[in-house]
C-alpha cells in the first residue's frame, strides 16, 4: 500500500492478522474486502483535507509545474489532518479489539459445544461415593 500514512498500513497489518481467525464463511478474503473498503472510503474520515499541492502563479524556481510554484499546505491544517486520522485509526484498533473479542467468542462456543457445559458436581459426588463403596466391598 504505497503512499499511505504508517499508522493506516500498521492499522490493516494487524486488521489482516487479527482477521485470519475471523468467524465468517469467506474467512480472510471478507476481514481483507471490508478492510480495504473501509480504508479507501473518504466518509470515515471528516472534515480531512486531502494534502494536494496547491499552484501559486508565478514565481519560476525548481518546484515550477508549467508556470506555477507548488506551495505546501498550512501547517494547521496538516495538523487537523493528523489529529483527524489519529482518531479514525483509534476508531479501527477499537473495532480489532471487537474481532478479537468475536474470535474469543467463538473459540469458547466451540470448545463449550464439543466438551460440554462444565463439571456435574452432583453426578460427579455421586460416581466418587459408588466407586469408593464398591472399593470397599471388593476389599472385605
Same mark, same amino acid.
Given at each position: $500500500? ?19 481467525? =475471523? ?5 480472510? @478474503? ?6 480495504? @473498503? ?6 470515515? =474520515?471528516?472534515?480531512?483535507?486531502? !494534502?494536494?499541492?496547491?499552484?501559486? @502563479?508565478?514565481?519560476? !524556481? ?8 507548488? !506551495? ?15 482518531? #479514525?485509526?483509534?476508531?479501527?484498533? =477499537?473495532?480489532?479489539?471487537? $474481532? ?10 466451540? $470448545?463449550?459445544?464439543?466438551?460440554? @457445559? ?10 466418587? #461415593? ?5 472399593? $470397599?466391598?471388593?476389599?472385605?
Amino acid at each position: $500500500m504505497p503512499g499511505v500514512h504508517p499508522l493506516v498500513r500498521d492499522l490493516y497489518k494487524r486488521a489482516i492478522l487479527v482477521g485470519r481467525d =475471523y468467524p465468517h464463511p469467506e474467512g480472510i @478474503e471478507h476481514v481483507r474486502r471490508k478492510w480495504k @473498503e473501509a480504508i479507501r472510503n473518504p466518509e470515515n =474520515y471528516p472534515g480531512f483535507v486531502a !494534502s494536494v499541492p496547491v499552484a501559486v @502563479e508565478g514565481s519560476s !524556481s525548481s518546484n515550477n509545474i508549467r508556470g506555477a510554484t507548488i !506551495s505546501t499546505p498550512d501547517q494547521e491544517i496538516m495538523k487537523e489532518n493528523e489529529r483527524i486520522l489519529r482518531k #479514525a485509526v483509534g476508531k479501527g484498533r =477499537y473495532v480489532i479489539r471487537e $474481532m478479537e473479542g468475536t474470535i474469543q467468542l467463538k473459540k469458547y462456543r466451540t $470448545m463449550r459445544r464439543r466438551y460440554g @457445559e462444565g463439571v456435574d458436581t452432583i453426578g460427579e459426588t455421586s460416581r466418587i #461415593a459408588k466407586s469408593i463403596g464398591d472399593i $470397599m466391598l471388593s476389599s472385605k
